[in-house]
């Protein structure tokens, strides 16, 4: 009989000890740099008709592979480096074309703090993006439109395509 008052209370305790553990750490704790597609004439969102892969430089990683009909992606960036240089490759599969776009994102890194029991994340400033294509009839431009990639997961770059791409 002692020996099952001990166990009891012992279960008592121990559901006391994990139902009164209260973490409060963020649950949308993804920190992704946000492109999306633009019509370069008409200014508007466009969904690309093409197939999609983004890679890191320096890296053997695909961080997008195969997006059709995309409107916008979301790709992670380097927690160390001040300079991420990501390679969007456009495959168009009817005509057998290819385009690719390098990006060159000039970033600072933050470290996100919000508790002990939470894993620290790193948030992003972006300083300053460059771009170079290979070829001009396909990407109009690239534009940054909001620096800093966070939590939120709001649009950050905009890449402007040729209405006949």
């Known amino acids: 009989m002692r020996i099952r008052s001990i166990i009891s209370a012992l279960a008592f305790v121990a559901l006391f000890i994990v139902g009164c553990d209260s973490i409060d750490c963020t649950i949308n704790n993804v920190v992704a740099l946000n492109i999306a597609f633009y019509d370069s004439e008409t200014k508007k969102e466009v969904s690309i008709t093409d ?11 695909v961080l997008y592979n195969r997006g059709i009909k995309v ?16 390679t969007l490759d456009f495959y168009n599969i009817a005509s057998d074309t ?3 776009v390098t990006m060159q994102v000039n970033k600072e890194n933050i470290p996100h703090y919000e508790s002990p029991d939470c894993p ?18 396909y990407v109009d431009s690239v534009v940054l439109v909001n620096p800093s990639v966070n939590y939120n997961g709001q649009e950050n770059i905009r890449v402007y ?3 006949a791409s």
């Open 98 to 100: 290819h385009h690719s």
């Open 161 to 163: 395509l040729h209405p």
């Open 71 to 86: 409107k916008n992606i979301d790709v992670p960036l380097s927690y160390w480096l001040d300079a991420d240089t990501l």
């Open 120 to 137: 620290t994340t790193m948030f992003h400033q972006i300083q300053s993006i460059s771009y170079t294509t290979t070829t001009t009839n």
């Open 51 to 61: 197939t999609l892969n983004v890679t890191a430089e320096g890296t053997d990683s």
